[in-house]
RNA sequence: GCGCUCGUAGCUCAACGGAUAGAGCAUUUGACUACGGAUCAAAAGGUUGCAGGUUCGAAUCCUGCCGAGCGCACCA
């Protein structure tokens, strides 16, 4: 039995196709799709495509499955309907059962993929130097969530920090720091306003020539290996990574300094890139840089689009890195698929590389690499989001207004301080991370804060006060109910809200496959509102026998467990109070 | 100019080629000494930008327009 009730479902039905029409289905051709009908839990829509290559009517062919299916288990006798539509309806003893047997399922019936593969994934990429802004924001909120859905669901991951941490800036900055004499031990704490150093810098180098010559000659040295120089850029990387780890430690990312693999990490295998594509014979001289043309991109002039792999200069641009990065990545570490959480504007970007990749053979396929892109956060002038300055907003700062806000909320509760606190960063955290998931992931989105805080409609408060309720029940209940428990369906709220804790790994699989936490999102929000409305019309603690009191306990802590798991699987905290 | 993404209720968004396109907010109307009302139930709200095409069936796929955003050689 598969604990996605759809692909067993499937499974029935392509048997009942073999056995009817000796035709080969697989269950994905079984098209078994939740069903609007009213008392309709599932149907298959197959008939009619069958009919078609059959000459045939399809209500007859639909006739002929239904005689041949073998799930009278599962499902009550099936009837055909309409032009040829199947309808299923789960029988309520399985039902029952099937609840009684999530209860010491930690997977809530969620199958682990039969087929594991190793991910590498890149996500969030801020830059040394450069505090973080709203612009890492989706990235790594989204790049977090699609790593814990992709481990749920059995996969290797392994996520990769692609931090900027190397090329021209870093000249600027360094010679800096030797001009302001912040190069002792001790001062690593000064360049904690890295924002500002950075913009000091800067200026600097527009404005002075001398400055700027400086800069470039250091650039020279920290690529050569200068051992005074590299020792000064790492302290600017280890002050920007403490600044990293605090973000994420605020915001609950799980990328660690283990997962960094900054830019300069792959600068020695750059030459050796352009070396091999140059023996592949992928690429040629173009205005003094080193280019290659991939197949079937055009410029604006209608010439072929160029990937400059070495600059006029014989410098690297950020082409050629991600070649690198790739090839590192398959050919040193192992991946089967490549994974980029990378804003949608970087489109072509990827496109372009993944190109060059496969016609150097590193990139095969056996392998899978796609750029996951993104929208735009947007401020309420339906812009790019900045500050009124113009600036952009800093990320910390953005997440400390929104535990603000959140701490508004949970002051009229009588949690002790500690707690409360608590309270208000996972709220607070919670709504920002759940208004990033909630949408298609393609959309733009403005960002509003008495939106994402509602505390009705598709929130992250919505479903953490839910799931609060469900907890304050359980914990008055005294204990929770033993595996086991017999489950009595003797409303229909108890059916629906079953019905939907049953359809989780259905909704788990669908957001890992497309890369779209926002799946997972609308079906944690049907959730909620389904035990919204059994609590409202079915007394748990006050039913009307013990045994419904029990059953329903099962329904109460089934949701719990839907809605922690699927919060968790967002990098969403679900505190037992609020 | 070429390419990519998008256009769905007043607003914010869903909808794996399937039946009568669904939620929330806002609006209107009901329900309660309430296991946490931060709630539930119901009404109203649509020519899915426009026009063709493919299909038994199209918001979804194809083509052409209209509109928005982004990208298209040495910044990443």
New binding site residues.
């Given amino acids: 039995m598969h604990g996605n009730v759809g692909v067993e479902l499937g499974r029935r039905v392509a048997a009942a196709v073999q056995a009817a029409l000796d035709l080969p289905v697989s269950e994905q051709d079984a098209?078994i799709?939740?069903?609007?009908?009213d008392g309709?839990d599932y149907?298959s829509?197959i008939a009619?495509?069958l009919a078609?290559t059959l000459g045939r009517d399809p209500r007859d062919v639909a006739a002929d499955i239904v005689a041949h299916l073998d799930a009278a288990d599962i499902v009550e006798p099936p009837q055909v309907?309409?032009?040829g539509?199947v309808?299923l309806v789960l029988t309520d003893d399985w039902l029952a059962a099937r609840a009684g047997s999530l209860l010491d399922d930690e997977r809530l019936g969620a199958p682990p993929t039969d087929s594991p593969r190793r991910i590498a994934i890149d996500y969030s990429s801020p830059n040394v130097a450069k505090e973080m802004h709203v612009g890492h924001l989706r990235s790594s909120v989204l790049g977090d969530a699609i790593s814990r859905l992709l481990r749920f669901a059995g996969h290797e991951v392994v996520p990769h920090n692609h931090i900027?941490d190397w090329?021209?800036p870093f000249g600027m900055l360094i010679e800096h720091m030797v001009d302001e004499g912040r190069t002792g031990s001790d001062d690593d704490a000064s360049i904690s306003d890295l924002n500002g150093f950075y913009q000091e810098a800067r200026k600097k180098f527009d404005a002075e020539l001398e400055f700027a010559n400086r800069a470039r000659r250091r650039v020279v040295l920290l690529q050569g290996g200068h051992q005074e120089t590299l020792a000064l850029w790492r302290r600017l990387v280890e002050a920007s990574a403490r600044h990293f780890e605090e973000v994420y430690a605020l915001l609950g990312i799980q990328l660690t300094p283990a997962d960094v693999y900054g830019?300069s990490f792959y600068n020695p295998f750059l030459a050796d890139v352009v070396k091999q594509l140059s023996a592949k014979r992928l690429v040629k001289v173009?205005?003094?840089?080193i280019?290659a043309f991939p197949e079937g991109f055009?410029?604006?002039d209608?010439?072929p689009?160029?990937v400059?792999v070495r600059?006029?200069g014989g410098?690297y641009?950020?082409a050629t890195?991600d070649l690198a990065t790739a090839r590192y990545w398959i050919e040193e570490r192992g991946a089967d698929d490549l994974l980029y959480v990378v804003g949608?504007?970087?489109?072509?970007?990827f496109a372009l590389v993944f190109a060059v990749l496969r016609e150097a053979g590193w990139l095969t396929g056996d392998h899978h690499a796609q750029h996951i892109g993104f929208g735009?956060i947007l401020g309420q002038d339906g812009r790019t989001i900045r500050t009124r300055a113009g600036g952009s907003v800093k990320l910390v700062d953005l997440l400390v207004e929104a535990v603000d806000h959140a701490a508004r909320?949970?002051e009229r509760?009588a949690l002790p301080e500690a707690e409360r606190t608590a309270v208000a960063r996972a709220v607070g955290i919670g709504a920002v991370k759940y208004a990033d998931l909630?949408?298609?992931r393609?959309?733009d989105?403005?960002f509003d804060w008495n939106?994402m805080l509602?505390?009705?409609?598709?929130t992250a408060?919505?479903l953490q006060?839910a799931n609060?309720?469900i907890?304050?029940?359980l914990h008055?209940a005294g204990a929770e109910p033993a595996a086991g428990t017999p489950v009595l369906l003797t409303d229909p709220r108890e059916r629906d809200l079953l019905l939907r804790i049953l359809r989780f790994p259905a909704a788990c699989a669908?957001a890992t496959r497309d890369y779209?936490p926002?799946?997972l999102c609308?079906h944690l929000y049907e959730t909620a509102?389904a035990f919204?409305?059994f609590?409202?019309?079915?007394?748990?603690?006050?039913a009307d026998s013990p045994q419904v009191r029990d059953s329903r306990l099962v329904l109460a802590t089934l949701t719990s467990r839907v809605l922690t798991l699927g919060l968790s699987l967002l990098g969403i905290e679900a505190p037992e109070?609020?």
């Fill in positions: 098209l799709r939740p069903s609007k009908r309709v149907q829509n009619m495509g078609r309907s309409g032009t539509f309808n900027g090329g021209t830019e173009s205005g003094g840089a280019c055009t410029n604006r209608g010439d689009q160029a400059i600059k006029r410098g641009g950020y890195t949608s504007p970087q489109a072509q970007h735009t909320i949970a509760t909630s949408g298609d393609r959309n989105y403005v939106r509602a505390m009705t409609g598709n408060v919505y006060y609060c309720r907890r304050s029940v008055r669908a779209a926002h799946k609308t509102s919204s409305a609590y409202a019309s079915c007394p748990i603690l006050g109070r609020m």
